[in-house]
Nanobody, 130 residues
Framework: QVRLVESGGGLVQPGGSLRLSCAVSGFTLDYYNIGWFRQAPGKEREGVSCISSSDGSTYYADSVKGRFTSSRDNAKNTVYLQMDNLKPEDTAVYYC???????????????????????WGQGTQVTVSS
């Protein structure tokens, strides 16, 4: 059974840091891209970052560039999102997702659009507030 489980969310003050984890099971992480998305109350889900299966290359939305870092540890079947210098506008539920329906090797870079991902985790809440 395919599962993606996010953890590491919580309440943090502005300027603080959190590290989210996305633990996967039921498939081989090495072969698939992982995307990070977030959804704030009353807003649409938006892309935050993704990390490629092919070469580990990453993408970041302009709003988080320079503050967030994605990494993956295929041996631990886990992908991480390090979030530094957090701002109140980063408050949202954060989700990880993967593109299992896309044959491995089809994409040279990780997709940015949520519509390219087909398996999702349940999300973890991040709240940035003083």
């Amino acid at each position: 059974q395919v599962r993606l489980v996010e953890s590491g969310g919580g309440l943090v003050q502005p300027g603080g840091s959190l590290r989210l984890s996305c633990a996967v099971s039921g498939f081989t992480l090495d072969y698939y891209n992982i995307g990070w998305f977030r959804q704030a109350p009353g807003k649409e889900r938006e892309g935050v970052s993704c990390i490629s299966s092919s070469d580990g290359s990453t993408y970041y939305a302009d709003s988080v560039k320079g503050r967030f870092t994605s990494s993956r540890d295929n041996a631990k079947n886990t992908v991480y999102l390090q979030m530094d210098n957090l701002k109140p506008e980063d408050t949202a539920v954060y989700y990880c997702a993967t593109d299992l329906f896309t044959p491995p090797g089809t994409r040279s870079t990780c997709p940015h659009s949520q519509h390219e991902y087909d398996h999702w985790g349940q999300g973890t809440q991040v709240t940035v507030s003083s």
